[in-house]
Nanobody
């Protein structure tokens, strides 16, 4: 059974940093595309970042480019999202999930194994 557990969220002031972790069980992260997603109140869930297991290519949403960095530790079967320069608009529940294949799809319907999420709140 595939399971993701996200952690590392919290309350941070604008301009601050957080590192989110996502630990997987039941499958190997290196065998699938894996990504971070977020959903703010009243908004649709969106893809924040993704790593393709096919060629290691990394994708970022335009809104987080230059501020967020995704990484993966295959030995620990854990994915990270280092977030810096946080803005109030980054406030959301952050989730991780894996793709149905090797490459990162723009369609959220191609992802599965959603975790419970971790809340990130950026506020002064």
């Amino acid at each position: 059974q595939v399971q993701f557990v996200e952690s590392g969220g919290g309350l941070v002031q604008p301009g601050g940093s957080l590192m989110l972790s996502c630990t997987a069980s039941g499958f190997r992260m290196e065998d699938y595309a894996i990504g971070w997603f977020r959903q703010a109140p009243g908004k649709e869930r969106e893809r924040v970042s993704c790593i393709s297991s096919y060629d290691g290519r990394i994708y970022y949403a335009d809104s987080v480019k230059g501020r967020f960095a995704i990484s993966r530790d295959s030995a620990k079967n854990t994915m990270y999202l280092q977030m810096s320069g946080l803005k109030p608009e980054d406030t959301a529940v952050y989730y991780c999930a894996h793709g149905s294949g090797y490459t990162c799809s723009e369609s959220l319907s191609e992802y599965e194994g959603w975790g419970q999420g971790t809340q990130v709140t950026v506020s002064s």
